[in-house]
């Protein structure tokens, strides 16, 4: 299993919140909850490979009269050429997204394990920028859209689950400090950490508060699952499943109504419909 773990000092190397260095206090209503479907990262791709197409065009266009004083012919082998790489750069997007709307599964497990979901590039985010969308809001859309693909996927595998939650769900007033297993929680119902731990007692399911991404893939590597619910704000999301390789992941955004990494909040109904979907049907013992 440890060689499922991607090492990336980025993530390794950050502490919690330090993709938030950059974030300006000015909270608005739909900041403290983005609720952002699978089309917006989807649309924002769109508008990248149309903008590829655009620049391939332009390089075949302008070098195609140099290319037709040696042969008549290179013109046009120059553009089969650039057409069909850009085809199979696109059909790495259309794949997993024709399996989404259509609920089949249009390429192999292994694929899709070695992808995790095709990563989304730079340029996404920077499209998303000049159309008024911030970096969170396409991220929670891509964390959606990441969700829907391990679902058709992984509906039927029934691994053992881990679930990640973020120390910031417990209120810093809190002063039962947990910082591994949520059994330790005294439930003094200041925050949700008490309704998860009732959650993963009824469940039998292990919820583990992590302190930062190295601490969060030491805990995969000591738990070995082979299915993770990772609860976090859209960046460390990101990070998270960029960091992880070859177990399924599905991502649930918190909610901030302090701003980030302050008593953060879940939706507990999020986590239980998920974990009910995904977990191992229990084992009668033998007669």
């Known amino acids: 299993m440890a060689e499922e773990i991607k090492n990336t000092a980025d993530p390794d190397d950050r502490i919690l919140g330090s993709e938030w260095l950059g974030w300006e206090d000015k909270r608005t209503a739909s900041d403290m909850e983005i609720r952002e479907g699978k089309q917006l990262y989807l649309s924002l791709c769109i508008f990248h490979y149309i903008f590829l197409l655009a620049i391939l065009s332009g390089v075949v266009y302008l070098i195609s009269p140099r290319l037709s004083q040696f042969h008549p012919g290179l013109p046009l082998v120059m553009g089969l050429a650039a057409g069909l790489i850009f085809f199979l750069y696109l059909l790495k997007?259309?794949?997993?997204?024709?399996?989404?709307?259509?609920?089949?599964?249009?390429?192999?497990?292994?694929?899709?394990?070695?992808?995790?979901?095709?990563?989304?590039?730079?340029?996404?985010?920077?499209?998303?920028?000049?159309?008024?969308?911030?970096?969170?809001?396409?991220?929670?859309?891509?964390?959606?859209?990441?969700?829907?693909l391990v679902k058709i996927f992984f509906r039927k595998s029934r691994k053992k689950i881990l679930v990640l939650l973020p120390r910031c769900l417990q209120h810093v007033q809190c002063e039962q400090k947990i910082f591994e297993h949520i059994r330790h929680c005294k439930e003094c119902g200041k925050c949700s950490v008490?309704?998860?731990?009732?959650?993963?007692?009824?469940?039998?399911?292990?919820m583990m508060l992590a302190t930062g991404g190295s601490y969060a893939r030491q805990l995969i590597k000591t738990t070995k699952p082979g299915f993770i619910v990772a609860v976090a704000f859209e960046r460390e999301l990101l990070s998270g499943l960029k960091a992880i390789r070859r177990i399924p992941v599905i991502g649930i955004p918190n909610k901030r109504p302090e701003g980030p990494c302050k008593n953060t909040e879940v939706d507990i109904v999020e986590i239980e419909k998920a974990l009910r979907e995904y977990r191992q049907p229990n084992r009668t013992a033998p007669s």
């Open 93 to 148: 997007f259309l794949l997993p997204v024709i399996s989404v709307y259509t609920g089949m599964k249009f390429f192999s497990l292994p694929l899709l394990k070695s992808w995790q979901v095709t990563f989304p590039n730079k340029i996404v985010f920077i499209i998303g920028k000049l159309l008024g969308k911030s970096h969170d809001r396409v991220a929670n859309s891509y964390v959606h859209y990441n969700n829907a």
């Open 194 to 206: 008490r309704h998860l731990k009732r959650l993963s007692e009824s469940l039998d399911i292990p």
